[in-house]
């Protein structure tokens, strides 16, 4: 037999059994495991209040009352935040649309605070890679604190105790940034009242 | 950088050096047929499908027939994953109701699974149904990364060996790379993604009532947000563990169901270098010096670490634009500043440029950011380190194999510098060993310009900005594509019947054109007799060699592709300070 012919028959069977072993056994013993030993994890990390899924705390969600925090802006469409499309905006750095966005939300920004003249930090302005980011920086919720606490007619110590519940630092002390989870910090809010 | 930065990145590097030695050592007595310790588990399982394929295996094979078995088994692995795609609505498992991509996408994504390439011009969660990612692409993520490790070994043993007509068994080492290397370590790293927060079920997506209901862009009111879900971990693992880097979510590793924490983060950055970077102590023990192995890996890292710190450094220094709308991208300790446009929070700037560089020095592909709207020299490296071959690391197997052709034309160049004949590890290196080495150095550098240059000239389109940046992302797709990386600029529009079609021969070129020259060169250098060393041998473990190595991978990649990057991110980079 020829070379190529001689592996045809080894060519077909080897497809198969690997496919049933990595694509099949694989996959699925890894979702059995994963139901019995970390179901809350393995089904989407959950808030379920009462009968209600609110969410889950790894997805942000999209805020434009200026009575709560409000997260990154969000490239998902046809709504921001939309968790069944991710999308970043992938405007390159020079591209006028990305300036037009950052200009966008800082007109937002002023309009729901004009008082607040203090910089706004950068992360407040760009849009995260996925368009689900849940998390802001904790500068960027201390820009925003003022005027929660003056929405809600709270205590800015208040305010800024529930910042610090809600925020969680680096792994380690090395790995990640320091961050503000925006959907579980806002539904902390509401609890208040 | 800041201090965590530095620590991090330190630390990241720290462990994977660490694993060097014993995953080296352990994988070259899985290609030595050696006893690995889980034989008692997974023995019978290979014993089986030796049967089923009607092998011995301890009968060998000569080049030829290794690169048939190569050739044949990914054949059909893209005739079932293109017709897996096609026939995907009438199949179980699929509770999106996705219909049938188009058959130039399907054509596209079935070359770009099975030669480890891995990349996407579609959406995970809205258009492929669990069946197709599970059977379909988690299986080529093994099957892909184990052929390019395969052909790794065949050359490793075509060093090592002399007088011998075969170079190993195909169907051997393509099992028992998936056997006991791959399934292994994608099992523990996919139940500890799992305990991150990856999600890993069978259940349709979730809806969850939103805290603020909004109006959409069309104002209609929007008061739910639907949570994916799927058989994420599994497929994750062995994306990074395989230099696969097909994501299972549009965003990939940006998405906070395919990468949560920076615990995730950190474990998935481990997978995309350990592998490519544990093979080179296997090489060195396979051809007998480990010194050998470690020069390459010396090489390798030297490359690297100097390229992170030019991305790191040009995405902290965030965007001339935004600064001059009075926008604070100064890192402190509440916020981690730079160039934050495509990148996620909890990453920042270091972890997410690391990965930048990691995964596309490792031919692997994923991105947990978006290499789009990095700035000019931050996105620049990513696109050079794929335009290089993939060689700083580059894919399981593929890269080793990849940078050794570059190591037999070091030799060849230093032997030319002093008038001998060029030798590595007691081979001489002849006119059919340079022929071969010159195909794989030139057939990925021209498809990759060559493919850019076409789109071009019929005016494929594809663009999503203009001037220096649109250059840039076509720039950046062909090299991804032609270097069977898969991350992308993804602002550009590759699903067109243009793109799908040359993008996929693209893919099939640059895969197979440097694993066959790579063979030939195995199945000649094991025929060939090892001479004893002599006093004008130049020795391959030195310091004076790493830096000869290092020069000759960054002449050939600067030569080639110099003059593009002038046009694209270099004119960008300008125009942005102006």
């Known amino acids: 037999m020829n070379p190529v012919t001689a592996q045809l028959r080894p060519a077909i069977m080897a497809l198969l059994v690997l496919t049933l072993i990595t694509g099949v056994i694989y ?12 179901p809350t994890q393995a089904n989407g990390s959950l808030i379920v209040a009462g009968s209600q899924i609110r969410g889950t705390t790894l997805i942000g969600q999209s805020f434009t009352n200026p009575a709560y925090f409000w997260g990154r802006p969000s490239a998902t469409s046809p709504f921001p935040y939309n968790a069944a499309a991710s999308a970043g905006s ?73 910042i610090e519940a809600h925020t969680e630092g680096r792994w380690l002390g090395i790995f990640g940034e320091p961050r503000v989870n925006v959907l579980t910090l806002n539904l902390a809010l509401d609890a208040l009242q | 950088m800041t201090l965590p930065g530095i620590l991090s990145i330190a630390v990241y590097l720290g462990i994977v050096f660490a694993l060097v030695k014993p995953l080296g050592w352990y994988m070259a007595r899985v290609y030595t047929g050696k006893s690995v310790g889980l034989e008692r588990i997974l023995g019978p ?12 295996p301890t009968a060998e094979q000569s080049w030829k027939s290794y690169a048939a078995a190569m050739l044949l088994v990914n054949l059909f692995g893209i005739v079932a994953l293109y017709l897996l795609q096609r026939f995907q609505a009438i199949l179980p498992l699929n509770p999106g109701s996705f ?106 997506p979730v809806p969850a009532q939103l805290v603020e209901h909004i109006s959409d862009n069309t104002g209609a009111m929007v008061t ?32 906070p169901f395919e990468n949560p924490t920076p615990l995730s983060n950190i474990l998935q950055l481990l997978a995309i270098l350990l592998i490519p970077a544990a093979l080179c102590y296997t090489f060195g023990v396979l051809v007998g010096d480990p010194r050998q192995g470690w020069a390459i890996l010396a090489a ?60 596309t020095a490792a031919s692997n592909g994923s991105v947990n950011s978006m290499h789009d709207s990095y700035t000019p020299i931050g996105g620049m490296i990513p696109l050079w380190l794929m335009q290089t071959g993939e060689v700083i690391f580059g894919g399981v197997g593929s890269g080793l194999y990849g940078m050794l052709i570059f190591v037999l034309v070091t030799v060849f160049i230093a032997g030319l510098m002093v008038g001998r004949t060029p ?65 992308a600029f993804a602002g550009f529009d590759a699903d067109t019947p243009w793109h799908n079609i040359v993008g996929g ?29 002599g006093p004008g041998t130049l020795p391959t473990h030195t310091p004076l060699f790493i830096i000869l190595l290092i020069g000759v991978v960054l002449i050939v990649g600067a030569l080639t592709f110099v003059p593009a990057l002038m046009l694209g991110p270099i004119a960008e980079y300008l125009m942005l300070r102006s």
Do not use: C
């Not at chain 2, 058959?103 to 492929?128: C, D, I, K, L, R």
């Open chain 2, 99 to 204: 219909a049938a991509p188009s058959p130039a996408a399907a054509f596209n994504v079935a070359v770009s699974f099975a030669t480890n390439t891995n990349w996407q011009n579609y959406s995970g969660e809205t258009t492929y149904s669990y069946l197709v990612q599970m059977i379909g692409f988690t299986s080529q993520n093994f099957i892909s990364a184990a052929v390019g490790m395969s052909v790794f070994a065949a050359l490793a043993r075509g060093l090592g060996r002399q007088n011998s007509p075969t170079i190993g068994h195909f169907w051997v080492d393509l099992i028992r790379s998936v056997l006991y290397i791959l399934l292994p370590l994608s099992i523990m790293l996919a139940i500890l993604l799992v305990s991150q927060g990856v999600v890993q079920n069978l259940n349709p």
């Open chain 2, 224 to 255: 739910t947000q639907l949570l994916p879900m799927g058989p994420a971990a599994s497929q994750i693992a062995i994306k990074q563990l395989g230099t696969n880097g097909g994501g299972f979510f549009n965003v990939n590793s940006a998405h």
């Open chain 2, 45 to 56: 399982l290979e014993r089986l499908y030796y049967r089923i394929l009607g092998i011995h």
């Open chain 1, 90 to 162: 992938n405007y390159g750095p020079g591209s006028s649309a990305l300036i037009d966005q950052a200009q966008r939300r800082m007109i937002a920004l002023h309009a729901a605070d004009p008082t607040n003249t203090q910089p706004i930090p950068v992360d407040l302005v760009t849009a995260s890679g996925s368009g689900l980011d849940p998390h802001i920086s904790p500068a960027a919720a201390i820009y925003q604190a003022e005027r929660v606490a003056r929405a809600r007619k709270l205590d800015r110590a208040q305010i800024q105790a529930l």
């Open chain 2, 300 to 359: 390798m890292t030297t490359i690297f670490v100097v390229l992170l710190a030019v991305t790191i450094g040009a995405e902290a220094h965030g965007n001339p634009r935004l600064a001059a709308l009075g926008i604070d991208q100064s890192a402190t300790l509440l916020q981690p500043g730079g160039n934050m446009e495509g990148k996620e929070l909890r990453f920042g700037i270091n972890e997410s440029a690391l990965w930048a560089v990691a995964t």
């Open chain 1, 27 to 38: 996959p699925l013993a890894i979702t059995g495991i994963a139901q019995i030993l970390l």
């Open chain 2, 505 to 533: 021969l693209v893919m099939l070129f640059a895969r197979y054109w440097v694993a066959l020259p790579a063979l030939a060169i195995a199945g000649s250098l094991a025929a060939r007799k090892q001479v004893a060393e």
């Open chain 2, 423 to 487: 030798e590595y590890l007691g081979k001489k290196i002849e006119g059919f060993e340079m022929k071969m080495a010159s195909i794989a150095i030139l057939v990925p550098a021209i498809i990759t310009l060559g493919g850019a240059a076409l789109a071009l000239g019929v005016h494929a389109g594809g663009f999503q900005d203009s001037g220096p940046h649109g250059l840039s992302e076509l720039l950046y797709a062909y090299a991804s594509m032609g270097n069977n990386n898969g991350s």
